[in-house]
């Protein structure tokens, strides 16, 4: 049983009625006359659980424990005399002395009642504070030593306290008058009391507080502070009774207004029976008629009948209405169970294939081999295949191909800067302007459940505090869980284990590790020159004629034209940049056609500089005049690149330089070639000493460009090797490869890309690792016709190789 039946509700009516009855408000003169009356040094304690007793006020407690009910009773025929403590935990049942708290108040007992159920009742007042010093003993109950916790007051003529006074006042009346539950009686008990401390006391004692926050206001010692933190609270408390009020002011105008729409709603009911039908009732009718025509489970039959149920008891005026009737329509909408019948033409999906993109063999291959296993077995489960590789290689438009081939409904959905989940799932119906994910609305758009969905950019997915997108994605390109998908708007499990996903991608490294192992990767590389003009002959010019209303025999193309656009004007895997520049001559054509300008038919390389101005500069082999300079190549998403190290060495003291914006792997290759030539100079041919003498500068041009990556390790070796023998490096040769301290050359990747690359900047020999031959062998011929690769293992290989005896033109004496 509690020891205190507290009274912590804010000025609670009950705790005032007995305070009133019992003993008068106490005045400025009564509190003098407390504070006069001498402290006892001893004095027994009670535990209070729930309650903290304040100077000057009444308080009930009810006392159940045999150890407070003997100290009561002894007390009682005493001088009537104790101390009042609060417990640090109200829900220990014996406290020990430090489960009491060392602050509390000196308390005369006024009366003393016996309760029926054997329990006793006594009515105390507060008189001074007090800490406990030390327990003397602790039975039959706790007796301790104690000592007076003077209190800090104001001057009377303390304007700011008066003022601080006042507001406390005005707080705790405009408190009693926000509440309903608090009697007007209360005011009159407020505005009574002329003592300040008894004010701040009282409101203390009654304020809406937990135990701990009343014994922090009991223990501070300065009044004026007391005052500020109990103005502190209040003014919390009043804004959180005047925000409740208001929102139950709210609350009832809502329930007045809903209540008067129903009553509408009912007689407007009413008169459209009366006038021959209600189109509510009728679309409600149409869309049971057409859910009866759907291929639907019974889970999906239930849900929505129960949907519309509940559209069809609510108030069309009302907002909810809207919310719902869209919903249910989403139910309707969607393809349940409706598939298209696949095509199992092999020759004819080939040719589809082969009509719409030239190249892309390996592709092709995995979609007829689809084809082939989908004819035999009939239910196989769809793959979800990602194609990757740099831009304008065909990715996304392969999947129309796809779609056609199959005889499917195609879906296209970019993902490029997706940052919130709920894109993926939907949002909860509970949310304002709640919709569907973009899957489910896709699959309504498409009008079966298997399309060939192509989830564009899925490397450019984006995360924040929306959640992680490629995370919701993890469900939907897992075979084995996406025939459950479940979206939060649809909160029902839709089957997507027969929608063939295709994603693209420009790079693998910016996938979700998890995401990536859940596809079948197949890479799409970038085209050859010979292939960009088979590309531009078959589809771009064709498309470009349409698109811009130029008919074949009023454009012709001279010899070579195409080939020179593609090698001054572009430079890229893709073929988009390509199409741009056909899609400017044309335009350029059809602008002479409609100004009725006179032109000649066919246009000629002469005519390029006047269409698209001067050529763009590109990356092209520079020679090897210059020691230092070796050609080295790189893979970016968009596709290969070729890139220049330039080494140059000055007077020193052997000091390392790199600049060129570089990666830290990049800077670490060239300090392993730069040791790796000190440790092995006289194999290289180079004094051992000489390092010491002069400082080493390696750059890598276009500087705003960050670089980064171990491939360009054999190149550096090699930049400085040269730098330092002054010798010529061998003609239109390039190199990739990783090094390591041991000398080893390791394999890298990109090889394609950098073959082409190398191609188009008109590179004969490439030197790479030896591991990296079967990538090599892997590439198509006509990739590599006209080139010759030099494999290697050792560091040493590549600069006996790289570099030739004759000396470079003003080579520098190094020594």
């Known amino acids: 049983m509690n020891d205190i039946l507290p009274s912590d509700n804010l000025f609670s009516s009950e705790a005032l009625e007995s305070e009133t009855e019992l003993i008068p408000l106490i005045t400025a003169e009564d509190e003098e006359q407390m504070n006069a009356e001498s402290t006892p040094p001893e004095l027994p304690l009670l535990p209070l659980r729930n309650t903290v007793l304040f100077p000057g006020v009444v308080i009930p ?52 009642l016996r309760m029926p159920d054997g329990s006793t009742t006594a009515i105390i007042q507060g008189k001074k ?21 003077a209190e800090i007051r104001p001057a009377k003529d303390d304007k700011e306290f008066v003022a601080l ?15 309903p539950h608090i009697p007007t009686e209360a005011q009159f008990a407020i505005k009574n009391i002329d003592s300040p401390s008894f004010l701040v006391n009282f409101i203390s004692s009654n304020m809406n507080a937990e135990v701990a926050e009343k014994q922090r206001m009991l223990e501070v010692a300065d009044l004026r502070e007391r005052a500020k933190m109990l103005l502190a609270h209040m003014t919390k408390e009043l804004q959180l009774l005047e925000m409740k009020n208001e929102i139950q002011s709210k609350v009832r105008t809502e329930v007045d207004r809903q209540q ?32 009866a025509k759907k291929k639907w489970t019974a889970k999906v039959a239930e849900t929505f009948e129960k949907e519309l149920s509940k559209l069809q008891r609510m108030n069309p005026a009302g907002a909810e209405f809207s919310v719902q009737s869209n919903y ?28 719409d993109h030239f190249g892309l063999e390996k592709v092709k291959e995995r979609i007829i081999e689809h084809l082939a296993v989908l004819k035999l077995k009939g239910d196989m489960k769809a793959p979800i295949i990602c194609l990757y590789g740099p831009p304008g290689v065909g990715k996304t438009s392969l999947g129309k191909s796809m779609a056609e ?13 997706l940052h919130d989940e709920s894109e993926i799932r939907g949002h909860r119906k509970t949310y304002i302007g709640a919709m569907p994910g973009r899957l489910i609305q896709n699959l309504k758009k498409s009008g079966t459940s298997n399309p060939v969905f192509v989830l564009d950019e899925i490397d450019k997915v984006g995360k924040d505090f929306h959640g992680d997108p490629a995370s919701a994605l993890l469900e939907v390109l897992d075979p084995e869980q996406n025939s459950a998908f479940y979206d939060n708007y649809v909160e029902i499990e839709y089957d997507l284990s027969r929608v063939m996903f295709i994603a693209t991608a420009n790079s693998l490294s910016s996938i979700h590790p998890a995401l990536r192992d859940r596809m079948e990767i197949i890479e799409v590389n970038g085209y050859t020159q010979e292939e960009k003009l088979e590309i531009a002959h078959r589809h771009l010019l064709p498309k470009q004629f349409t698109e811009n209303g130029i008919k074949p025999k009023q454009l012709k193309l001279a010899a070579g034209l195409l080939e020179a656009i593609i090698e001054q004007y572009t430079d890229e895997s893709g073929v988009r940049t390509l199409e741009k520049r056909i899609a400017k001559l044309v335009r350029y054509r059809a602008k002479q056609i409609a100004l009725k300008e006179k032109y000649s038919i066919t246009l000629g390389l002469d005519d390029l500089v006047r269409i698209y101005g001067p050529s763009h500069a590109r990356d092209k082999y ?17 596709g290969g690149d070729i890139l220049f190290i330039e080494t140059s060495i000055t007077k020193g003291e052997g000091k390392l330089t790199l600049t060129g914006n570089l990666g830290d792997v990049m800077k670490e290759s060239a300090i392993i070639a730069l040791e790796y030539l000190k440790a092995h100079s006289d194999i290289v041919g180079i004094e051992g000493d000489v390092f010491k003498r002069w400082n080493v500068h390696v750059h890598v041009p276009e500087g705003a460009t960050p670089k980064d990556g171990p491939s360009a390790g054999i190149t550096m070796l090699t930049s400085i090797a040269s730098a330092f023998t002054q010798q010529k490096v061998r003609k239109f040769t390039a190199m990739t490869g990783e090094i390591t301290l041991r000398g080893r050359v390791l394999p890298v990747g990109g090889i394609k890309e ?39 293992t050792e560091m040493i290989e590549v600069v006996k190789h790289a570099l030739l005896k004759e000396k470079v033109e003003n080579a520098l004496k190094v020594a």
């Open 622 to 638: 520079q020679g090897n005049d210059v020691a230092g300079v070796v050609t080295g190549l790189a893979w970016t998403p968009t």
């Open 129 to 149: 504070r007090f800490e406990v010093l030390e327990m003397v003993k602790v039975e039959p109950y706790f007796t301790a030593r104690i000592k007076e916790f």
């Open 165 to 179: 006074v006042s507001s406390l006042k005005d707080l705790a009346l405009e408190t009693i008058k926000q509440s």
């Open 260 to 291: 008067r729409e129903y009553f509408l709603h009912q007689q407007i009911k009413t008169i459209q029976d009366e006038l021959g039908g209600n189109p509510i009732e009728q679309e409600i009718e149409e869309m049971r008629i057409k859910a």
């Open 754 to 792: 950098k073959i082409l690359a190398a191609k188009r900047a008109g590179i004969k020999e490439i030197v790479l690792s030896v591991d990296n031959r079967k990538d090599i062998e892997d590439i198509d011929a006509r990739y590599t016709k006209g080139m010759r690769f030099t494999y290697v």
């Open 328 to 355: 249910v329509q989403l139910l309707l909408e969607l393809p349940w169970g409706e598939y298209s019948s696949d095509k199992f033409d092999l020759r004819n999906a080939q040719k589809i294939l082969d009509r």
């Open 405 to 417: 081939a199959l005889g499917r409904k195609y879906v296209r959905m970019s993902l490029g800067g």
């Open 61 to 112: 407690i009810t006392v159940g424990r045999d150890r407070s009910i003997r100290l009561i009773q002894d007390v009682y025929k005493g001088n009537r005399t104790l101390g009042v403590v609060s417990q640090k935990d109200a829900q220990i049942e014996e406290p020990r002395a430090e489960d009491l708290n060392r602050v509390g108040t000196i308390a005369q007992i006024i009366r003393m």
